[in-house]
């Protein structure tokens, strides 16, 4: 947040001289808006996928369950 809090304020700047500089910011600080979130979008859903995926996989995998018996190859 503070990075995007800080990226903005060259685009509230030009958005507060006039309506032209208003729309001259939201036409070229949308798309780059557009572009960085996306790829953080990507990557924090798929780290939270992985996270609850993860969780689950402890929560229903059974504590000290016993393997299966070894078998001896001898008859």
């Known amino acids: 947040m503070v990075v995007f809090g800080i990226m903005s ?3 509230i700047l030009v958005a507060s001289a006039s309506t032209i500089g ?12 557009l572009i960085i979130m996306l790829p953080i979008s990507g990557f924090l859903g798929t ?10 996989i ?13 078998q001896s190859a001898t008859p």
């Open 58 to 70: 402890r929560l229903v995998e059974p504590q000290g369950a016993p393997s299966a018996p070894v």
């Open 9 to 11: 304020i060259p685009f």
């Open 47 to 56: 780290a939270f996928e992985a996270m609850y995926t993860i969780f689950y």
């Open 22 to 33: 208003l729309i001259i910011a939201l036409a070229v600080g949308l798309p780059i808006l």
